[in-house]
């Protein structure tokens, strides 16, 4: 088996489903910058999770702008369109999943460098806490 390593940004929310076999299945797409200048280009590995990965926590995560670091199994699926033309895609059958970082919300304490934690927009200290 060859293991593919690529980092990217999830373009959409993870989609779950359960198959007709009892089967879990989590799949989304990232998207993977390649080349740079005039060369550089973003391809769309389809990614797959099967089994009790797919079934537990980690779809929560896996979100539309979410960085991702994933190993896997790579294949080019090819096939015919409604037209007779040649089509080809990229998947990838997970094996491991890493969360790097990705999209950041301003409501949520963010660390900053020093390893302290920023409070976010709106946020009074000096107010007191209501637990």
Known sequence: MNCFIFTGNLGQDAEVKNLPSGTTLCTFSVAVKTGYG???????????????????????YLVKGAQVCISGELS??????????KQKSLSVNVR???????KQSAS??????QGNFQAPDGFDPDQDIPF
């Open 108 to 113: 949520v304490a963010q660390p900053t460098a």
């Open 76 to 85: 080019l699926d090819e096939w015919q369109d409604q037209q007779g033309i």
């Open 38 to 60: 005039d060369k550089a280009k973003t391809i769309w590995p389809r990614c797959t999770i099967f089994g009790k990965r797919a079934e537990g926590g980690l779809p929560q």
């Open 96 to 102: 491991e999943i890493d969360l790097i970082g990705g």
